[in-house]
């Protein structure tokens, strides 16, 4: 199936079977508003890969004039490469969100948001760059 007419499952949970754990610490470095983690398995400096995890907590308005602030999420997953001319290169990628803090979907706009990095009908669109 193509983006223009995918389909994705509303209200399914992910349950990953199989695979080997990839195994995540504290990097030591303080990150503003957030934690590093390293993954253990990875033994090069250079090739090691990264998590960087933030977040800030949402806030109702002080007033009726005021907007509410998001409660936002974010998760940037560093995986860095070694191409063949010996360029290393940082490979991201980025898992964010952002609710308001009256909004009770969000675990179900959440696995949706999965649904659409894993259900085939994107497969196209992430492998390829496709956008038909």
């Known amino acids: 199936m193509s983006l223009t007419n995918a389909s994705i499952l509303s209200g399914a949970t992910y349950t990953p079977s199989g695979g080997s754990a990839i195994s995540f610490a504290p990097s030591g470095r303080q990150v503003s508003g957030g934690l590093e983690l390293v993954c253990t398995n990875d033994t090069n400096p250079l090739t090691r890969r990264t998590m960087q995890l933030k977040s800030s907590l ?16 974010s998760l940037v997953y560093v995986v860095p490469f070694i191409a063949a001319d010996g360029k290393l290169y940082r490979q991201t990628y980025t898992l ?9 979907q969000a675990a ?20 390829y760059y496709i956008l038909t």
């Open 58 to 73: 949402p806030e109702l308005p002080a007033s009726a004039n005021a907007f509410a602030r998001l409660g936002k999420n």
């Open 96 to 104: 964010t969100e952002a609710v308001h803090p009256e909004y009770t």
């Open 108 to 127: 179900a706009r959440r696995n949706e948001t999965i649904a659409m990095k894993a259900d085939s009908d994107f497969d196209n669109f992430w492998q």
